[in-house]
């Protein structure tokens, strides 16, 4: 009885180790993945920003080459 009882307390410390470490181990994955994104939002936030200074610079170039609309004549013609 005494040989069962000690088998059992090993194997529940095992099962504790276990649990402690897989508690360690998701806590770390969770700061990995807060971390992730955080970085993750602030490169979508920048990414809209230059998509938008690219659609203005388009819009700029495009606008100031052609000096208006491109299929009206100028008025001498």
Avoid: C, W
């Amino acid at each position: 009885m005494t040989e069962e009882l000690q088998d059992l307390r090993s194997r529940v410390e095992e099962l504790e180790t276990r649990l402690a470490f897989q508690e360690d181990t998701l806590a770390q994955l969770n700061d990995v993945i807060a971390n992730q994104d955080a970085s993750l939002r602030t490169l979508v936030a920048r990414l809209r920003e230059l998509g938008e200074r690219y659609r203005d610079l388009n819009e700029e170039m495009h606008g100031a080459g052609r000096g208006g609309d491109a299929s009206e004549k100028p008025p001498h013609y």
